[in-house]
């Protein structure tokens, strides 16, 4: 357990996937959890997880890449849960292809949501957390951080995450706030099953040629995430700040 009682978190992308995950996993935790995605009606579901275990939680809302929609957020958690802690820049997209069939439109949209909404969401959060004197962004980088065939942009975006990541823990680190990165491998979520769907992969045949690749020998699951996340919002990773943590069952996944 996180000791997270008392504490607001704002997890983006948190209608399904590791996004999901991580809001209940907080939530269990003891904090009260703004759930964000881009579809208000898409967040019932993690909601109703957390409220059903007892648990505090509101939908919103947002697109990420939208300055007003993220300044909104961010104002509609201080207003209904009085107050924000914790930051899990989650929400993300692919558009994966080759660099030569590559679109500035594909570029531009993966960097917008993932980098551009990552600072965004943290600029916006970080006045709350400084005021407050104590705060967590957590940011989600990924292995293809170190390069990944057909993801020149989502490499550029989740390399740009730990940069982003190392920034904010020096600038906001006096604040009594850290900031640190998951960079996940292979992770059971819809967007992993798209990634096989346009190959022409079966997904069961898909994950088991990925675990075969994993020195731990199997794929992730999003609880996995969330269990580190959990650790880097506690107590206990106090003096942790500007790291990125690979989650992918070995050194890069
Ligand atoms: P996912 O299942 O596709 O979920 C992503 C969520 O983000 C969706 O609910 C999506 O909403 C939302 N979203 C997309 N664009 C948004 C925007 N502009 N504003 C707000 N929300 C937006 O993905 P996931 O697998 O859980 O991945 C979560 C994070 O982990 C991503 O940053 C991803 O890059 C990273 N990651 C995943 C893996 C993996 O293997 N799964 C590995 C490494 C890193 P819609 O459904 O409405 O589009």
């Known amino acids: 357990m996180a000791g997270l009682d008392g504490k607001v978190a704002l997890v983006t992308g948190a209608a399904?996937?590791?996004?999901?995950?991580?809001?209940?996993?907080?939530?269990?935790?003891?904090?009260?959890?703004?759930?964000v995605d881009l579809d208000e009606g898409t967040c019932a579901g993690t909601v109703a997880a957390i409220t059903a275990e007892g648990g505090r939680a509101v939908a919103i809302g947002?697109?990420?890449?939208?300055?007003?929609?993220?300044?909104?957020?961010?104002?509609?958690?201080?207003?209904?849960?009085?107050?924000?802690?914790?930051?899990?820049n989650n929400a993300g997209v692919l558009r994966d292809n080759l660099l030569y069939k590559m679109t500035a439109d594909d570029w531009d949209t993966v960097l917008a949501v993932h980098l551009r909404g990552a600072f965004l969401c943290s600029h916006a959060a970080q006045r709350h957390m400084v005021?407050?004197?104590?705060?967590?962004?957590?940011?989600?980088?990924?292995?293809s951080a170190l390069g990944n065939r057909g993801q020149a942009n989502y490499a550029a975006a989740k390399a740009g995450m730990q940069g982003l990541t190392k920034t904010l823990a020096i600038e906001l680190g006096r604040y009594g706030i850290t900031a640190n990165a998951i960079a996940p491998g292979f992770i059971v979520t819809e967007m992993t099953a798209a990634t096989a769907a346009r190959v022409g992969a079966d997904f069961?045949?898909?994950?088991?040629?990925?675990?075969?690749?994993?020195?731990?020998?199997?794929?992730?699951?999003?609880?996995?995430?969330?269990?580190?996340?959990?650790?880097?919002?506690?107590?206990?990773?106090?003096?942790?700040?500007g790291q990125v943590i690979y989650v992918a069952g070995g050194p890069r996944g």
């Open 16 to 35: 399904r996937g590791i996004g999901a995950a991580i809001a209940t996993r907080l939530a269990a935790d003891g904090a009260a959890v703004a759930v």
């Open 62 to 88: 947002a697109d990420v890449s939208v300055q007003d929609q993220v300044e909104a957020a961010v104002a509609r958690t201080v207003v209904d849960l009085d107050r924000l802690d914790i930051l899990v």
């Open 131 to 143: 005021a407050g004197g104590w705060g967590r962004i957590i940011n989600l980088s990924s292995t």
């Open 204 to 241: 069961e045949q898909f994950q088991q040629l990925a675990a075969s690749q994993i020195p731990v020998g199997r794929v992730g699951t999003p609880a996995d995430v969330a269990g580190v996340a959990s650790f880097l919002a506690s107590a206990d990773a106090e003096f942790v700040s």
